[in-house]
């Protein structure tokens, strides 16, 4: 089976910086867009930062200028850079594979990690 495993959460103070990192493990073939998503609570899950497989990036306006998605295709995983973070960046953020292929043939479209929680204090 595939797995997105997520690393990197935590607590921090207004205006430092994080870095969270999503691996794609298992047998995998390739992977195309992965992505960035958060959830506040009582809030809808909302679209932070995506990557396609050739490096196209695409950022929530609310995170532009702050947020930087990267990803190393050798090792399957998706990175998120994140600094001058702010307590409206406080949520769980859920990692995102548009599409990933594994060695035996099996597709699997739209997967996503378990979240990690990221706590911006005032």
């Known amino acids: 089976q595939v797995q997105l495993v997520e690393s990197g959460g935590g607590l921090v103070q207004a205006g430092g910086s994080l870095r969270l990192s999503c691996a794609a493990s298992g047998m995998i073939f390739s992977v195309n867009a992965m992505g960035w998503y958060r959830q506040a609570p009582g809030k809808q899950r909302e679209s932070v930062a995506v990557?396609?497989?050739?490096?196209?990036?695409n950022y929530a306006d609310s995170v532009k200028g702050r947020f930087t998605i990267s990803r190393d295709n050798a090792k399957n995983t998706v990175y998120l850079q994140m600094t001058s973070l702010k307590p409206d960046d406080t949520g769980v953020y859920y990692c995102?594979?548009?599409?990933?292929?594994?060695?035996?043939?099996?597709?699997?479209?739209?997967?996503w990690g378990q979240g990690t929680q990221v706590t911006v204090s005032s």
């Open positions: 990557i396609s497989s050739g490096g196209r990036t």
């Open positions: 995102n594979a548009d599409r990933i292929r594994l060695a035996d043939g099996r597709v699997y479209e739209h997967y």
